[in-house]
């Protein structure tokens, strides 16, 4: 069983920065792919980045040039750097984290985080 713990959302006004963490614990063997997604109200679930073992990233259009996604390796964790922060960035952000343990895949999200973006 892998736990997923996330920290870092809030209230910003536009333009403002908020930095997203999650760290990984558990049953981990190897992480393969770490990433954030959000959920705005009324809105399907949609990914916002991703960074891959090797440090291969992909970004939601909407993002790319204002989100920077980075990892740690050793400590399993991942962060979302958000900068020029706009109020259709409002959303719930939950981590996502895939890997396997022994040879099981495992695929578990956090509980999210609630980022507003108001002035």
């Known amino acids: 069983q892998v736990q997923l713990v996330e920290s870092g959302g809030g209230l910003v006004q536009p333009g403002g920065s908020l930095r997203l963490s999650c760290t990984a614990s558990?049953?981990?063997?190897?992480?393969?792919?770490m990433g954030w997604y959000r959920q705005a109200p009324g809105k399907e679930r949609e990914l916002v980045a991703s960074?891959?073992?090797?440090?291969?990233?992909n970004y939601a259009d909407s993002v790319k040039g204002r989100f920077t996604i980075s990892r740690e390796n050793v400590n399993d964790a991942v962060y979302l750097q958000m900068n020029s922060l706009e109020p259709e960035d409002t959303a719930v952000y939950y981590c996502?984290?895939?890997?396997?343990?022994?040879?099981?895949?495992?695929?578990?999200w956090g509980q999210g985080t609630q980022v507003i973006v108001s002035s």
């Open positions: 558990g049953s981990i063997s190897q992480i393969i792919v």
């Open positions: 996502n984290v895939r890997g396997y343990h022994q040879l099981q895949q495992f695929d578990s």
């Open positions: 960074v891959n073992r090797g440090g291969g990233t």
